[in-house]
């Protein structure tokens, strides 16, 4: 079955950075678009940044264009997501999905604050 597995977050003072990982097994990796999700406490799930299957187009929300950074291996099964310059307001927990289906992993809490 489809399996996703977030890791890489943590504390983080303003202004810092953190790359964040998801492993995928169970499906076709390389045949999806891949993304990344954050949902901070009292507030909708909302869609970060994706990457195409062969990472040829990749899309970010405008609150962290500049920032951040998605990347995949499709040797590896793997996505990334390298945040930099970090604010408090990007502290969350942060989940990979697979943009066509419905299953989330158990997601990776990010906190950033002095």
């Known amino acids: 079955q489809v399996q996703l597995v977030e890791s890489g977050g943590g504390w983080v003072q303003p202004g810092g950075s953190l790359r964040l990982s998801c492993a995928a097994s169970?499906?076709?990796?390389?045949?999806?678009?891949m993304t990344w999700y954050r949902q901070a406490p009292g507030k909708e799930r909302e869609l970060v940044a994706s990457?195409?299957?062969?990472?040829?187009?990749?899309t970010y929300a405008d609150s962290v264009k500049g920032r951040f950074t998605i990347s995949r291996d499709n040797a590896k099964d793997t996505v990334s997501l390298q945040m930099n310059s970090l604010k408090p307001d990007d502290s969350a927990v942060y989940y990979c999905?697979?943009?066509?289906?419905?299953?989330w992993g158990q997601g990776t809490q990010v906190t950033v604050s002095s």
């Open positions: 169970g499906f076709a990796f390389s045949r999806y678009t």
């Open positions: 999905k697979v943009r066509e289906l419905p299953n």
């Open positions: 990457i195409s299957s062969v990472g040829l187009t990749r």
